[in-house]
């Protein structure tokens, strides 16, 4: 399982759990997590739009995008430590900065900090990422012991063994991805997942033919980190040769992004003794005894195809590759927290294959991964700087009136019978909602000592600490009933996201504010902001698989077997309609794997301007602010990336083709003729909700 948040507004750049400290399991790749069924799915699709070449003049008939966000797209410049502009990222950045001044007054007044303190650890964690010189003499500090475990493993049974001690310990995956999560048929308790094997850049840039020289590059970074664990030029470009081969081997037998949140294709509950069948003879148990996973009677494969394929891995004959393969996913997980040299080269694999110009500074690396790490903790104080009961209150408000809407759109559909509508309505009935930040805040960490710079500490011991820390805690929760008030996102993230299997939506504080919502603004416009982003989390739950889950978050298929063969072919329409868009010079939208997020761009929309009616100058409100929210510039390289890895539609597709697709939009812009650009014939506009 790579990320816990499956249905979001933003495929945010997000760590793992054991790199970021967020409570919920998190992808263990770096930067651009896939999403995997039964995960809360979140709304900010980074892939965005690279500089527009279009001159001054562009009209609305042609362009809707470019029309409301030509001036802004002219005078911002995608920042060199940056892989691109956006209201996301500009407001990620404040809120960093809010977060950096509390930082700075936790260092200032470190001496005066009780040990073990929230201050304490804040201060002392940063400062143990800025001490340079200790990191280095630190080396890989008590990350060694398990690289040690994986090099001197003699058969396969110890490499298993080794794996699992790491998954036990730190929460790390390689060979193997396994996670707890809600269980899809009863989101009461938890059960655990084991996905497909790491893949780094995924299945699809693996596949790729154009990334060629990319996926160069990628193998010269596994070379470069395996030579910082000791090995020579010559053993360490073998063996990142061999790691590739494995990636790429593995990732024929993957599921496709398109499929990855579909329960029917990945909730495969497994006994042990089936398990065991598809591994061989004593590998399940050398794992799962080595994880601490005994008393487990039962797993859900999600990929099935591959999970045969590195079954057929697992023996002595390709012991070599699978023992470098881990450590070099090992490395990678904790590179960020290691020396300079391991740091700087993993971040400047990160840079090129986003296009970003400059690395950051030590400085402003130390503090994201002190905010990081630290985040629900820094959450806290950022809402109590941030974030008032007014806001709050208002958006309760409108999420309201989105969702009485919403149950309109469902009993006024023609094409769905009374019985699907009448399930619909009791799984909107139960939508839970959470705005802002959590009723109870986590204590992960309480356990952790974060040792100060001068009493020995170093960054690398620190961050295991921390996440030894936070595995204990979750090992714990895991034995138990899900808690249904806890939080798939910190109140400091700029996204939203609805969650199936608890069969809610989820807006953090730093998303609440301009140009998403503003107070000072009209309903209408801020309609067109929030509103937009709330309907889209709501109209998640009636995506091809969200709409598979009932109103307890169990996957449970609530519709006639009439109605659910109506909803596919209007589904199959969407696919087919957004294939056709023109993601970046010449490269179409994957109409498959943005699905889901298509489906809630267009059912948000449908809500929205059902909710203005036929007042013409408050839709073009609407309209306006729904195009200012997703004004966005990124490099070449990140926009190739984004088509690839991301199940968003690029910003410019999620402006002009859900606006053409909407009768709404016609009528508060009349001009808009057949030839024109942003013209599609009524019979063409996709629409499900």
């Not at 109605?563 to 970046?584: H, T």
């Not at 301007?609 to 997703?630: L, M, R």
């Amino acid at each position: 399982m790579k990320n816990r948040i499956k249905f979001c507004l933003i495929a945010i750049l997000m760590m793992s759990l054991l790199l970021t400290g967020c409570r919920k399991k998190m992808e263990t790749q770096p930067e651009q997590p896939e999403q995997t069924a039964a995960q809360p799915v979140n709304v900010q699709g980074e892939a965005g739009s690279a500089a527009a070449d279009e001159s001054d003049g562009v009209r609305l008939e042609d362009d809707y995008y470019d029309y409301v966000n030509r001036e802004i797209l002219d005078q911002v410049e995608i920042p060199h430590d940056s892989s691109g502009w956006s209201y996301f990222y500009k407001l990620e950045k404040d809120s960093y900065e809010v977060l950096e001044g509390v930082l700075e007054e936790a260092v200032k007044n470190r001496k005066h900090a009780k040990p073990g303190s929230l201050e304490q650890k804040i201060a002392d964690l940063y400062l143990s990422a800025m001490d340079m010189e200790g990191r280095n003499k630190a080396g890989f500090g008590q990350l060694q012991p398990y690289l040690d475990k994986l090099r001197n493993a003699s058969d396969i049974d110890e490499y298993l063994k080794a794996v699992g001690t790491i998954y036990g310990d730190l929460g790390a995956n390689s060979i193997l991805t396994m996670q707890w999560m809600e269980d899809m048929k009863d989101s009461s308790r938890y059960a655990l997942y084991v996905d497909g094997a790491d893949l780094g850049p995924g299945k699809e840039t693996l596949e790729d033919k154009t990334q060629a020289k990319l996926m160069d590059q990628y193998q010269g970074y596994i070379r470069s980190t395996l030579e910082y664990t000791g090995m020579s030029r010559e053993e360490a470009e073998k063996a990142a040769a061999d790691i590739m081969a494995l990636q790429k081997d593995l990732a024929a037998s993957a599921l496709p992004l398109s499929q990855q949140n579909d329960p029917d294709i990945i909730y495969n509950p497994y006994s042990m003794k089936d398990i065991k069948g598809l591994l061989p003879e004593g590998a399940a148990d050398s794992y799962l005894t080595s994880a601490g996973l005994t008393d487990v009677n039962s797993l859900v494969v999600t990929q099935k195809a591959q999970m045969g394929k590195i079954g057929k891995y697992l023996t002595n004959e390709h012991l070599p590759v699978l023992k470098n393969y881990s450590i070099f996913s090992l490395v990678n997980d904790f590179a960020p927290y290691l020396t300079a040299e391991i740091r700087d080269n993993y971040q400047d694999w990160n840079n090129t294959q986003n296009g970003i110009k400059e690395r950051k500074t030590d400085q402003r690396l130390a503090s994201e991964r002190t905010q990081n790490m630290l985040g629900f903790e820094f959450g806290r104080l950022y809402v109590e700087k941030r974030f008032s009961k007014e806001d709050k209150t208002a958006i309760e408000e409108m999420v309201h009136h989105i969702l009485e809407n919403y149950k309109k759109q469902i009993m006024g559909l023609d094409w769905m019978g009374e019985e699907t509508k009448s399930a619909a309505m009791k799984k909107l009935d139960n939508m839970t909602l959470k705005i802002g930040y959590p009723d109870k805040w986590p204590n992960d960490y309480a356990k952790a000592t974060i040792t100060p710079v001068e009493k020995g500490g170093n960054l690398i011991n620190n961050v295991i600490s921390l996440t030894k820390a936070q595995n204990a805690v979750n090992k714990e929760k895991y034995r138990k009933p899900v808690d249904k008030t806890e939080w798939g996102m910190t109140p400091q993230t700029v996204n939203a996201y609805y969650n199936p299997t608890g069969n809610e939506i989820v807006f953090p504080a730093a998303i609440l504010q301009a140009p998403f919502y503003d107070p000072d603004k009209d309903y209408a416009s801020n309609l067109g902001g929030i509103g937009t982003v709330i309907a889209h989390e709501v109209s998640h739950a009636f995506d091809s698989s969200g709409s598979l889950y009932d109103e307890k978050g169990n996957y449970h298929v609530w519709w006639t077997n009439e109605d659910r063969a109506k909803f596919k072919q209007l589904a199959d329409q969407v696919v087919a309609y957004y294939s056709e868009q023109d993601g970046y010079k010449g490269r179409h939208v994957s109409g498959a794997q943005t699905l889901n997020e298509n489906i809630a761009d267009l059912g948000s929309m449908a809500c929205i301007t059902s909710i203005v009616g036929d007042d013409a100058e408050s839709q073009k409100k609407v309209f306006e602010q729904y195009a200012t929210i997703w004004a966005a510039k990124y490099t070449p390289e990140n926009m190739i990336r984004r088509l690839n890895t991301d199940v968003h539609s690029p910003a410019k597709v999620r402006v002009n083709a859900v606006l053409s697709a909407t009768d709404a939009f016609y009528k508060a812009y009349p001009e808009i003729k057949e030839g024109d650009a942003m013209y599609v014939a009524p019979e063409k506009r996709v629409k499900i909700w």
